[in-house]
């Protein structure tokens, strides 16, 4: 919340500074520039000479619809699906100083998003009449009478989706109801459009193709720079720092300093001297050096300090740096500032009888790791300790560079690619968490007798609202936790935004650049290519199953809150139907919500200490949420239960009994009703 406050102060200074913003500087050219089998990355060479489109008339309308479509695509041999986007200079958007969106990181991709909307002119379109379902009634676009269908062309099978018209442009927008998979082709068909007279609204083309990025595509670069972190530890854990340990209700230490490390240990006790062929001492490179920042004692201990992580942007590693690529395009390690210290925030029992596991906390929108904090009661009780990191990217010391980027979106690679650095970081706490030499090596982290509070490997995570859009990509890469809660989470940002009520403090400087309302629109469609490789929507499908090379399927619990005012529940359930998640029955009351099958294609849980992931849905009492591309505001629509999970018990007690032994408990025998928020 208090980056939310930060944020809105900004609003009018960034409003005014809109155009001066949006025109500072061009471009670093220098920068930016089945993964389940490898993490390679597309290569960034170009294709062979071949036709490139071009726009008969400049503009989004004229030259971008209908979107996605292969028209925007060449050959290229040299990516898994042949393709490679090629979307011209001047079919994107402009803003108010006249600088068109940089799409040259759009297109290195070679293929569209898993979760491209489809999006095409229709004037006066009915869609209710045209038999198109909005998402109230998803099933009725997979029946054997829709005459607009989607359509997997390598399954042959139907893609569910609804329709809906974009409430500024009123161009149509399909949103697919389960992500597309990955390095398909999709055959879009459009029929039976009319207008609410009754008349034909023609569209043309009435039928094209559009292909899926590959998994190469959208988790390469990530693949490539968590490989090349894990490597640079080999067998041991990052350089990292205990900097202050506070006691109180909570244990503070501060101090930190490096000695080289010649002990084939960590360099704690115990240790023997390394020694090389000639007989003299050598450091130990497989276990970084590391200090203690700050240790914060009281019923928890609270403990903070850094750790190392490879630098691959091109700046220090702070907001504002983009990737460093190389002649193939994947990530290289930046020469002249080759490491970023990241920091951390545990809580910490005073003692425990055992070890117990380590909880990693993902945390909300633009927030940062001292919502951990959280946890300090259950870490009192000798139950876990839980630690956190910033969501790099995305975390409370980026918003002055998200407000910037708000004005110029051709720079949202500067937060995509952070982004990047944020699930590398959360892979490093997980081994600091989970190896005898990291965390469990210090005393901070020991009883009095010296032993370890952290369970060896029993590290699991959590992640909350922006932790549980994230926290699904972050989970897809580790190898460092097997479990994961992901709480209020969704999918597809660009599906997110414009129902959520966090988006109009965004909005307000976003608009201002960006006046004209189709540029507005697809802004969000050409971006959504670049945050694929940071949220769930480019890792989903490799987080239950048809995981990445040496990383095992995740069993996942997601807490979704009816009626949510800032994850949309589309969005939730749309995350679940592609990760084959089953849910909690009966979902809801009876007449709760709007759908006439609430939930379509979520199949129900059968046994709930099975390994299979699983979505529980909690009703506060929140009226249903709108139906269509907008917010929740207003009375109509009542208190937001987006964080009432928290207070919850029985939603606690499900989603730790989850973490820690692997087991739903069904607290509900129903539907899950917690406090009736809109009564109180």
Not at 70 to 82: E, S, W, Y
Request: negative net charge.
């Amino acid at each position: 919340m208090k980056a939310m406050r930060f944020f809105r102060a900004m609003v009018s200074a960034l409003t005014v500074a809109s155009v001066a913003v949006a025109c500072s500087g061009e471009p670093d050219e220098t920068s930016q520039s089945d993964p389940p089998e490898s993490p390679t990355t597309v290569s960034d060479s170009p294709p062979p000479s071949v036709e490139y489109p071009t726009c008969d008339q400049a503009g989004v309308r004229a030259c971008l619809l209908p979107w996605p479509d292969d028209r925007l695509t060449v050959p290229d041999d040299g990516t898994p699906t042949g393709r490679r986007l090629a979307i011209p200079a001047d079919a994107v958007p402009v803003n108010v100083d006249g600088r068109a969106m940089d799409v040259t990181d759009q297109n290195r991709a070679d293929g569209f998003s898993p979760s491209s909307a489809v999006v095409f002119a229709a004037d006066g379109v009915d869609l209710a009449a045209s038999g198109v379902p909005d998402s109230s009634s998803i099933e009725k676009s997979v029946a054997a009478d829709a005459r607009t269908t989607i359509t997997d062309t390598v399954t042959g099978e139907r893609v569910p989706f609804w329709g809906e018209l974009d409430i500024q442009s009123g161009l149509v927008t399909l949103r697919p109801a389960v992500a597309f998979t990955e390095g398909h082709t999709i055959e879009v068909s459009i029929a039976g459009l009319v207008d609410e007279t009754g008349a034909e609204v023609v569209v043309e083309p009435s039928s094209w193709t559009f292909t899926i990025a590959s998994a190469e595509s959208l988790s390469g670069r990530l693949l490539t720079m968590r490989d090349g972190a894990y490597e640079s530890i080999g067998d041991g854990v990052p350089n990292f720092t205990v900097d202050t340990v506070t006691d109180g209700e909570a244990k503070v230490i501060e101090g930190t300093f490096e000695i080289p490390n010649y002990l084939d240990n960590d360099g704690g006790p115990g240790g023997s001297l390394l020694l090389d062929a000639d007989g003299a001492p050598r450091i130990n490179d497989g276990v970084p050096n590391f200090t203690v920042d700050t240790v914060t004692d009281g019923e928890a201990k609270v403990i903070e300090g850094t750790f190392e992580i490879p630098n691959y942007l091109d700046n220090d590693g702070g907001p504002g740096g983009s990737l460093l690529l190389d002649a193939d395009g994947a990530p290289r390690i930046n020469d002249d500032v080759p490491v970023y210290d990241v920091a951390y925030r545990c809580v910490v029992p005073r003692s425990t009888g055992a070890a117990v596991p380590a909880l990693l906390y993902g945390h909300g929108l633009l927030g940062n790791r001292g919502q951990v904090d959280f946890f300090a009661t259950f870490a009192a009780q000798g139950l876990l300790v839980g630690c956190a990191v910033d969501w790099l990217g995305m975390a409370s010391e980026d918003i002055a560079i998200v407000g910037e980027i708000l004005t110029d979106m051709g720079r949202f690679n500067e937060q995509a690619d952070r982004m990047l650095h944020g699930h590398v970081a959360f892979s490093m706490l997980g081994r600091l968490t989970n190896h005898p030499s990291g965390f469990a090596s210090n005393p901070a982290f020991q009883n009095a007798d010296g032993s370890s509070m952290l369970k060896q490997d029993a590290t699991v995570f959590v992640g909350n609202s922006q932790g549980g859009i994230l926290g699904g990509a972050a989970s897809a890469v580790s190898s460092e936790w097997t479990r994961a809660v992901l709480g209020v989470p969704g999918m597809n940002y660009s599906l997110l935004l414009p129902r959520s009520t966090d988006w109009p403090e965004f909005q307000v400087v976003f608009e201002a650049a960006y006046t004209d309302v189709d540029d507005r629109l697809m802004a969000l469609m050409l971006v959504q290519l670049l945050w694929d490789r940071g949220e769930n929507s480019g890792y989903a499908q490799h987080l239950t199953s048809n995981t990445y090379d040496g990383i095992d399927p995740k069993v996942v619990l997601l807490v979704e809150a009816f009626g949510d005012h800032q994850v949309a529940n589309v969005s939730t359930e749309m995350l679940a139907r592609t990760i084959g998640a089953r849910v909690h029955s009966p979902a809801l009351r009876e007449g709760r919500s709007l759908s006439s099958v609430p939930l379509w294609g979520i199949e129900p849980i059968v046994d709930y200490g099975d390994a299979s992931s699983k979505l529980v849905m909690w009703d506060y009492g929140t009226p249903p949420p709108p139906v269509g591309p907008r917010p929740p505001i207003g009375a109509e629509f009542g208190r937001d239960p987006h964080g009432a999970g928290s207070d919850e018990p029985n939603v606690l007690i499900q989603a730790l009994g989850f973490l820690l032994d692997g087991t739903l408990i069904d607290v509900c025998g129903g539907p899950c009703v917690g406090t009736q928020i809109d009564q109180q």
